[in-house]
């Protein structure tokens, strides 16, 4: 029986960081806006960390590297957005206007110019369940 239970456990345990990285993904959809840009749709009023990550997961679906940056171009409120929830729009292929911004290792996620690395980015997702 215990040994049953160390196994139920360790599964658990190892199951549990994919399971809050996946619930934070649904809880923010992203959206396809053009090559290298897309919105993280924040349906559940998610922290700055949640939708970086969000953010991190929707670069690499795009075909972004982990070396690269993921830039905030825009942020719109629900009432003006398409999708009926806060759209925070990130790029990996920013312009020369946005590059001359130089805002860089910002975690304020609301920030026009902020930026951090996709792998800076990935490190905000969540990889323990909260207990209460």
Do not use: H
Not at 40 to 59: E, S, T
């Amino acid at each position: 029986m215990w040994k049953s239970m160390a196994i139920a456990l360790t599964v658990a345990v190892w199951a549990a960081p994919s399971s809050a990285q996946n619930l934070q993904a649904q809880n923010s959809p992203t959206a396809d806006i053009g090559p290298g840009t897309f919105a993280v749709i924040d349906k559940w009023a998610g922290r700055d960390d949640d939708l970086w990550c969000a953010a991190a997961r929707g670069a690499l679906q795009r075909g972004a590297s982990w070396k690269e940056r993921l830039y905030v171009t825009d942020v719109t409120g629900a009432r003006e957005s398409q999708y009926g929830s806060e759209t925070i729009t990130f790029t990996f292929r920013p312009g020369q206007d946005l590059l001359a911004q130089g805002k860089t290792g910002s975690s304020a996620v609301r920030g026009i110019g902020n930026s951090l690395t996709l792998t800076a980015a990935n490190r905000r997702c969540q990889r323990e369940p909260d207990f209460y």
